[in-house]
């Protein structure tokens, strides 16, 4: 690492480990240090540098884009109380199936590390070379994508082979029918172009960088119900050590997707602080050009979207449910449990 130009070989390099992380005899990424710490993956110096890029982006005047938890908000379903409930009457189903899904929602994220990066540094007023930014497609989303995918070539497990060991240490991996994602909830009248300053490539990872940092963001929801879930005393009789382990790697999760939030803000942070070329030969601030959209996205992710997906799960929920020796009594305790019952 010279400075805060670092070459794509550092940014993939791993901590020296004293132990890896390994889980029912497979191998998964990351590791831990001789004090028995977690550290993600190729975390080494692109730990430190994220660090050194955000502590020279401050010293500018500038800061990481603003994410807090008011970024959290909006109706769950199944929400913590509703996943206890249905795990103690005997449906695991539903547990199963999202930790499933979620997986294989993770191992999407392998893309980012093939993804075509637009020329930044031709749009931008600023030198960026001792950005980050200028170094997303030099060692910095390869690193995001295989955090998420895993390397298989390796046979290394990234976060969706980390979800699949969590399911199967409390379930068994053939527990019930395998299961796919549900289909993306589009927004029903998506603005053709937002950015009409810059030319649609940019605007294009622009846009990807925020939606990216929304769902990183709003995981940490899923996260946080999951791991109490693991946790809650009498759910998973017998396997009571299995869900524990299960709830430590969910939190070696949460520590590597620390890493991917802190790096979205300060993406985001530097192509505010910058000024963009524009297509009619102007240049536009980052902050006015990125603000706006960053709003409108903020209250479709937190208002608008966790209703529609809220529906769409009890409605998946509710058709199993119908299996259910005592359907009725359980659908009912189930929608009481609603966080905005009125509104689903
Ligand atoms: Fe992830
Ligand atoms: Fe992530």
């Known amino acids: 690492m010279t400075g805060l130009v670092v070459t794509e070989a550092e940014l993939l390099a791993e901590h020296d480990y004293a132990e890896l992380q390994v889980v029912d005899g497979r191998r998964l990424h990351g590791g831990f240090l001789a004090d028995g710490t977690y550290q993600p993956p190729r975390s080494k110096v692109r730990g430190p540098a994220i660090e050194a890029w955000s502590a020279a982006l401050r010293a500018r005047g500038g800061d990481l884009l603003d994410a ?25 189903q539903t547990f199963w199936n999202q930790l499933t899904t979620t997986g294989k929602i993770e191992a999407r994220g392998r893309v980012l590390a093939d993804l ?8 931008v007023v600023d030198d960026i070379t001792d950005w980050a930014v200028g170094h997303l497609g030099r060692g910095l989303l390869a690193a995001h994508g295989l955090d998420e995918g895993g390397v298989a070539e390796e046979e290394i497990g990234g976060h969706d082979a980390m979800w699949f060991a969590a399911r199967d240490l409390v379930f068994g991996p053939d527990a019930f029918d395998d299961v796919e994602p549900p289909e993306r909830i589009g927004r029903p009248d998506p603005p053709d172009r937002q950015m009409p300053a810059v030319t649609e490539e940019i605007e294009g990872l622009v846009s990807f960088l925020m939606n990216l940092l929304i769902i990183e963001f709003r995981a940490e929801i899923g996260f946080a119900i999951t791991q109490d879930v693991f946790r809650t005393p009498g759910l998973f009789p017998g396997r009571e050590a299995q869900a524990e382990e299960a709830a430590e790697i969910i939190e070696r999760i949460r520590i590597d997707e620390r890493v991917h939030v802190d790096s979205l803000r300060l993406y985001l942070g530097e192509l505010r602080s910058t000024r963009f070329h524009t297509v009619d030969g102007s240049t536009i601030a980052g902050d006015e050009l990125i603000d706006p959209t960053w709003d409108d996205l903020v209250r479709w992710a937190t208002v608008d979207q966790p209703v529609l997906l809220a529906r769409q799960q009890t409605d998946a929920i509710e058709k199993r449910l119908r299996a259910h020796p005592e359907s009725e009594r359980l659908l009912a305790e189930f929608r009481s449990l609603n966080d905005h019952a009125p509104t689903l």
């Open 68 to 92: 807090d938890a008011s970024l959290l908000t909006g109706p769950r379903v199944p929400n913590l109380d509703q996943h206890r409930l249905l795990l103690a009457n005997g449906h695991g």
């Open 116 to 123: 075509p990066v637009p020329d930044l540094a031709g749009v």
